[in-house]
Antibody
Framework: QLQLQESGPGLVKPSETLSLTCTVSGGSISSSSYYWGWIRQPPGKGLEWIGSIYYSGSTYYNPSLKSRVTISVDTSKNQFSLKLSSVTAADTAVYYC??????????????????WGQGTLVTVSS | DIQMTQSPSTLSASVGDRVTITCRAS??????LAWYQQKPGKAPKLLIYKASSLESGVPSRFSGSGSGTEFTLTISSLQPDDFATYYC??????????FGGGTKVEIK
């Protein structure tokens, strides 16, 4: 059974960089069938896609966050990571890592999300 | 960017009711739409993909329809386990994925 587990600091200071890692178990991150992504959800609000990465390193980012986001992959550790710079209180959210199906007919090849991590709350506060 | 608008934002219903949630896209997304269910404190769960395809293991009382800009999620007979928030998501834009604002299904 595939499992995704987010890890990283739960508290980040304003203007600093938020860093999270997602560890994938029960399956290979190097599969050609999937993309791997980050989605966030501010407390009491809706879902926002942050970006996604293929095992080769190809990335797609939300245009509204692109200038501050870096997603990377480490196939040797079966992990992928998120860095979000210059954070403010507006970046306080539950951050989920997730697996997308990859399909030739989906735009950019990034299709629906079929597996999610449990989520981790990151609070931006001094 | 493609905007996704869900209605209603909140829905009150009783067990056994037929429930319909609507999702509208700001431009055509063909059939590249998914529906997710989220319960408090939990990650979303995929219900429907490609507008009308039922994800494996999801009860058949859930169904999806639509194409282009207008889509619906229908629960044919609402069960106690179905009280949750539902999100649509498009995956047809070169600008990436966007979610609707969510519809909370509450007990009437």
């Amino acid at each position: 059974q595939l499992q995704l587990q987010e890890s990283g600091p739960g508290l980040v200071k304003p203007s600093e960089t938020l860093s999270l890692t997602c560890t994938v178990s029960g399956g290979s991150i190097s599969s050609s069938s999937y993309y791997w992504g980050w989605i966030r959800q501010p407390p009491g609000k809706g879902l926002e896609w942050i970006g996604s990465i293929y095992y080769s390193g190809s990335t797609y980012y939300n245009p509204s966050l692109k200038s501050r986001v870096t997603i990377s992959v480490d196939t040797s550790k079966n992990q992928f990571s998120l860095k979000l710079s210059s954070v403010t209180a507006a970046d306080t959210a539950v951050y989920y890592c997730a697996r997308h199906l990859r399909g030739r007919y989906c735009t950019n090849g990034v299709c629906q999300i079929d597996y999610w991590g449990q989520g981790t709350l990151v609070t931006v506060s001094s | 960017d493609i905007q996704m608008t869900q209605s209603p934002s909140t829905l009150s219903a009783s067990v056994g009711d037929r429930v319909t949630i609507t999702c509208r896209a700001s431009q055509s997304i063909s059939s590249w739409l998914a529906w997710y269910q989220q319960k408090p404190g939990k990650a979303p769960k995929l219900l429907i993909y490609k507008a009308s395809s039922l994800e494996s293991g999801v009860p058949s009382r859930f169904s999806g329809s639509g194409s282009g800009t207008e889509f619906t999620l229908t629960i044919s007979s609402l069960q106690p386990d179905d009280f949750a928030t539902y999100y649509c998501q498009q995956y047809n834009s070169y600008s990436g994925l966007t979610f609707g604002g969510g519809t909370k299904v509450e007990i009437k």
